[in-house]
């Protein structure tokens, strides 16, 4: 099926390629529109301004690929893992990512609205800027992420271990933070969002 490593604006809408891996190919604004991609497995691929509507991606695997600016609308990414992936600006309105496991990787600008990550291992990522609104975090682990400037919106971190993580810029009083692990340089973000003067003694 992929025997050129380039593809430039080519339009795989409805193709059906079941369990297939492919390694270092680039995608540039192709369309993939209803494909069937069910257990794909990527490595060092690049897809770019790429279209997946509707598409069907379920217990597929993606290892060290990036999918920048691509549109998720509407598609099936059950099970999906996706493996120390660059993920900028890319938007996931109304796909189904039940199950999705993300590992490492920078997800800066993308789009997750209303996302439930409940129980869900997200420690080290990259979240900068993206839009978060109204995500479940629940029992999350945000260790280490990278939160800056994120709408984070009526997002549920309840009980979550956020330690370590920078939440610079993000609006505090619009969380849940009910038993929310926090350490002491958060500590003083909060407090100070909440009205308090933090001083040294």
């Known amino acids: 099926m992929f025997d050129k490593t380039e593809y430039i604006e080519h339009d795989f809408s409805d193709i059906s390629i079941g369990a297939v891996a492919i390694n270092g190919i680039k995608f540039v ?10 257990e794909l497995e990527t490595t060092n691929c690049q897809f770019i301004n790429c279209n997946f509507i509707s598409s069907r991606l379920n217990g597929s695997v ?3 690929s990036a999918f920048t600016n691509c549109r998720f609308k509407f598609t099936n990414l059950f099970c ?15 796909a189904d990512i039940t199950g999705i496991k993300i590992a490492k990787g920078d997800w800066s600008y993308t789009t ?12 080290g990522i990259k979240f900068e800027n993206a839009d978060l609104y ?4 629940e029992k999350a682990n945000l260790r ?3 939160l800056r400037f994120a709408n984070m919106t009526g997002a549920n971190l309840k009980e979550a271990d956020l330690r370590d993580a920078t939440i610079n810029g993000i609006d505090i009083l619009g969380l849940n933070l009910n ?4 350490d002491i340089f958060q500590s003083v973000i909060i407090s100070e969002a909440l009205g308090a003067i933090c001083d040294s003694f």
């Open 134 to 137: 109204n995500c479940n975090f």
């Open 179 to 182: 038993k929310t692990k926090i």
């Open 62 to 64: 993606h290892n060290c």
């Open 80 to 94: 999906v893992e996706f493996i120390d992936c660059k993920m900028t600006g890319s938007s996931f309105i109304d």
């Open 112 to 123: 997750l609205r209303e996302t439930d990550f409940k129980g869900a291992d997200l420690s």
């Open 29 to 38: 604004g192709c369309s993939f529109r209803n494909a069937e991609l069910v």
């Open 144 to 146: 280490g992420c990278d």
